[in-house]
């Protein structure tokens, strides 16, 4: 029954020293990148390629300003 203990003793240590050195993962961020927008199927395909992201053009605009193609991916 002591042996059993010990060894359960020596693991939590072990389990412990462990955790203490493992490295955290950096999480990638979110970035965005704006430009004019060229159609709905256009701004999709130019995040995709440069970016691997999804990108979509805006709504609604104010009169006399162009469509924004909005692109959201990974940095």
Same mark, same amino acid.
């Given at each position: 029954?002591?042996?059993?203990?010990?060894?359960?003793?020596?693991?939590?240590?072990?389990?412990?020293?462990?955790? #203490?050195? +493992?490295?955290?993962?950096?999480? $990638?961020?979110?970035?965005? &990148?704006?430009?004019? %927008?060229?159609?709905?199927?256009?701004?999709?395909?130019?995040?995709?390629?440069?970016?691997?992201? #999804?990108? +979509?053009?805006?709504?609604?605009? $104010?009169?006399?300003?162009? &469509?924004?193609?909005? %692109?959201?991916?990974?940095?």
């Amino acid at each position: 029954m002591a042996k059993l203990f010990t060894f359960y003793i020596l693991l939590v240590i072990l389990v412990i020293i462990c955790d #203490k050195r +493992m490295v955290p993962m950096a999480e $990638a961020k979110d970035c965005h &990148k704006v430009w004019n %927008c060229k159609g709905e199927n256009h701004c999709w395909e130019d995040c995709r390629n440069r970016h691997s992201g #999804k990108g +979509m053009c805006d709504l609604y605009t $104010a009169p006399g300003v162009p &469509k924004q193609c909005f %692109c959201a991916f990974k940095c």
